[in-house]
């Protein structure tokens, strides 16, 4: 029997989860489009730093919190790049990634 989810992490995983699922939207409209600045690769580093996270915080891992503050970093960062556009998907993914960076950053705490 495995153990249950730490309940300390719902909130973070859920935002992460968010994130994650609006990142790969994102991506998927971008398709075939320019863009003026480090947007969508912003969305591919927090694709990867998100799908570690919530598998971090899963495994109930010693370094989850640690992981959650670069994931922090990196959404902040991808926020900026995205919010920058005037796309709806690229402002959708701009809130779920400052909403993520804050859930995670309030986790790590």
């Known amino acids: 029997m495995s153990a249950p989810l730490n309940v300390k992490y719902l909130d973070c995983l859920e935002a992460c989860q968010r994130c994650l699922i609006d990142c790969k939207v994102f991506l998927a409209k971008m398709a075939g489009m320019e863009s003026m600045n480090d947007c969508p690769w912003c969305c591919i580093q927090c694709i990867e730093v998100l799908e570690a996270s919530i598998g971090l915080m899963a495994a109930d891992s010693k370094f989850a919190a640690e992981h959650c503050q670069l994931c922090a970093k990196v959404c902040e ?33």
């Open 77 to 109: 960062y991808c926020a900026e790049q995205c919010e920058a556009h005037d796309h709806d998907h690229c402002q959708r993914c701009a809130e779920s990634c400052r909403e993520c960076a804050e859930a995670c950053r309030k986790m790590a705490a």
